[in-house]
């Protein structure tokens, strides 16, 4: 299974760009998929937000079903090629966006309908399939088909499929993210800090790029009103909240950018200590 998705990293790194190009110019990740696959691109959607901070309408998710098919089968529906065109309509796909068809055993109709009418919309089109056999790799941008033979218990592709369409969602999402400077070095620079959890790790990550102990970045925090990326240009640039902001704007939000420093030569130095 694990060398199934890394014969595909070549295009694996083709999509991550695809989707970073797209969120540069301002549009949307849809993922569209039915049963297992479905889920999993709910999964890649719901995630996007807490972790790098999104707007909930950056990375959406079309499951067959609705909503309810989340949480419950529901028989048949994959089969609705029309009802998958509908369901993409709804979002209103565009030449900006792209949309990412998931399906396993590569026949579902639901993502075809999806699919065919999103390319008619000038969407950009990633399938991400475990058949790398199937036609639909005729009308699409790029296929992703990590091949990992026969399911352990026939059919049920949930199993090696499932998780191997999880690895390769998971490498597109989080590599287009790094791509746009969501991260720092291998640090969470844009997590949401609604909650005291997330709110500690913020305070770790300001500690570990700043060298601050943890009242101070405690502090600093509050003052770049627990925006990290602030909280960090201001304690290494020695600027207000609202230059720092300022200064993010014009790195196009790279903390890296913003106070002219690698985050490796720091990164190193904390292992060498530990």
Same mark, same amino acid.
């Given at each position: 299974?694990?060398?199934?998705?890394?014969?595909?990293?070549?295009?694996?790194?083709?999509?991550?760009?695809?989707?970073?190009?797209?969120?540069?110019?301002?549009?949307?990740?849809?993922?569209?998929?039915?049963?297992?696959?479905? !889920?999993?691109?709910?999964?890649?959607?719901?995630?996007?937000?807490?972790?790098?901070?999104?707007?909930?309408?950056?990375?959406?998710?079309?499951?067959?079903?609705?909503?309810?098919?989340?949480?419950?089968?529901?028989?048949?529906?994959?089969?609705?090629?029309?009802?998958?065109?509908?369901?993409?309509?709804?979002?209103?796909?565009?030449?900006?966006?792209?949309?990412?068809?998931?399906?396993?055993?590569?026949?579902?109709?639901?993502?075809?309908?999806?699919?065919?009418?999103?390319?008619?919309?000038?969407? !950009?089109?990633?399938?991400?399939?475990?058949?790398?056999?199937?036609?639909?790799?005729?009308?699409?941008?790029?296929?992703?088909?990590?091949?990992?033979?026969?399911?352990?218990?026939?059919?049920?592709?949930?199993?090696?499929?499932?998780?191997?369409?999880?690895?390769?969602?998971?490498?597109?999402?989080?590599?287009?993210?790094?791509?746009?400077?969501?991260?720092?070095?291998?640090?969470?620079?844009?997590?949401?800090?609604?909650?005291?959890?997330?709110?500690?790790?913020?305070?770790?990550?300001?500690?570990?790029?700043?060298?601050?102990?943890?009242?101070?970045?405690?502090?600093?925090?509050?003052?770049?009103?627990?925006?990290?990326?602030?909280?960090?240009?201001?304690?290494?640039?020695?600027?207000?909240?609202?230059?720092?902001?300022?200064?993010?704007?014009?790195?196009?939000?790279?903390?890296?950018?913003?106070?002219?420093?690698?985050?490796?030569?720091?990164?190193?130095?904390?292992?060498?200590?530990?």
């Amino acid at each position: 299974m694990l060398a199934a998705v890394q014969r595909e990293h070549e295009r694996i790194a083709v999509g991550i760009e695809m989707i970073a190009s797209a969120l540069r110019k301002e549009g949307r990740v849809i993922f569209i998929g039915a049963g297992t696959s479905g !889920r999993l691109g709910v999964l890649e959607s719901a995630e996007m937000p807490p972790t790098f901070s999104t707007s909930p309408t950056l990375v959406q998710a079309i499951m067959a079903g609705g909503r309810g098919a989340i949480f419950a089968s529901k028989e048949g529906v994959e089969d609705n090629y029309e009802e998958g065109a509908r369901s993409v309509m709804r979002l209103r796909p565009t030449k900006k966006d792209v949309v990412i068809g998931v399906s396993a055993s590569g026949m579902t109709q639901f993502v075809r309908g999806a699919l065919t009418r999103s390319r008619r919309a000038g969407a !950009r089109i990633v399938f991400v399939t475990c058949d790398p056999h199937t036609e639909l790799q005729t009308f699409v941008d790029l296929m992703i088909s990590p091949a990992v033979g026969a399911e352990v218990i026939a059919g049920s592709t949930r199993l090696k499929a499932g998780t191997a369409t999880k690895m390769v969602l998971n490498m597109l999402t989080t590599g287009a993210m790094v791509r746009i400077g969501k991260t720092y070095g291998n640090l969470m620079v844009d997590v949401q800090t609604g909650s005291e959890k997330r709110r500690d790790r913020a305070k770790r990550i300001v500690e570990i790029v700043t060298g601050v102990d943890d009242e101070a970045a405690d502090k600093l925090l509050r003052s770049a009103r627990w925006n990290v990326k602030a909280a960090i240009v201001m304690q290494k640039a020695g600027l207000k909240y609202a230059q720092a902001v300022s200064r993010l704007r014009k790195s196009h939000d790279f903390v890296r950018d913003a106070i002219g420093e690698d985050a490796e030569a720091r990164l190193r130095q904390l292992l060498e200590v530990s």
